[in-house]
């Protein structure tokens, strides 16, 4: 997915900038390495306040999956703009590539997150993954609408197409592999156009 709205210094109140920050810094840094007081930095918040919010490091990680879920809800409701499936599908695929440089240094910010997560036993590995799954959803949806009966498995390759195309542009520190796979992926899109 795309993490350019935690890019920048988390807007709104102290709770919202805490779980904006959280998934930021979790994405760059990892959980494990994470101490709430990077998350205060990053929020611009005292690290006392912190604990008014949240009292442990796992309400910092469901607040980050909350920001994920928050910046997903945001990025549909744009797509939703565009005239047709193809064109939703083909500005969330630019919107990946537009994102490479931090795939490079970082990987997926979500994928990162839940390949770390299904490493504990807590459960939240499953509240990422429903966040997730929700673009899948939508992204079956943009296929049904394009008359597809395959729609969920084209969902399923497109997805895992980036979730890969991250993982090796992370991999390698190069972010032109996936300005390469943006450019198939917007062919394959205009292919499956009926």
Known sequence: M??????????????ERLGAAAARVFHEQGVEKTTIADIARAADVPVGNVYYYFKTK???????????????????????QLPTPPDR????IGGWVDERETAARFGCPSGTLATELDKRADGLDRELADVMRQLVDWIEGQFEAMGRPDARELAVALFAAYQGISLLTNTFREPELMVAEGDRLARWIDSLVP
């Not at 796992?58 to 939703?80: K, P, T």
């Not at 599908?89 to 969330?92: F, M, V």
């Open 2 to 15: 795309t993490n350019s709205a935690a890019q920048d210094r988390p807007k709104g109140g102290k709770r």
């Open 58 to 80: 796992d309400q910092l990680v469901r607040a980050a999956i909350g920001a994920h879920d928050q910046a997903l809800s945001v990025l549909i409701a744009m797509l939703e």
């Open 89 to 92: 599908l083909k500005a969330l």
